[in-house]
């Protein structure tokens, strides 16, 4: 049986957890550590399958800390944008 390809290179929008960690570049147990902490999203469930949303996972990569950032002033500079 062959697999049908589409010929269109494009990322998956559901990650397992393994996938998600590597995506934005952590291992398994600090990624738990953020699902935890709230700094990543919870996972979705798709029948008996957990995923993570692509794009939700952007947007809270997107939130985190930038190294040798003021999270007040990133804050503050939000408000008056």
């Known amino acids: 049986m062959t697999k049908h390809q589409d010929g269109i290179a494009y990322a998956p929008r559901g990650l397992s957890r393994e996938e998600a960690a590597r995506y934005i570049g ?4 600090k990624f738990d550590e953020l ?3 709230r ?3 919870k996972p979705k469930r798709i029948d ?3 995923v993570w949303d692509r794009v939700a996972l952007d ?3 997107t ?5 040798g950032g003021n999270r007040i002033d990133q804050l503050l500079a939000r408000r008056s944008a």
């Not at 952590?26 to 147990?29: A, C, I, L, N, R």
């Not at 939130?63 to 190294?67: A, G, I, K």
């Open 63 to 67: 939130d985190l800390p930038e190294e």
């Open 39 to 41: 700094r990543m999203p």
């Open 48 to 50: 008996g399958r957990t």
């Open 35 to 37: 699902v935890a902490g």
């Open 26 to 29: 952590v291992g398994t147990t």
């Open 59 to 61: 947007a809270a990569f």
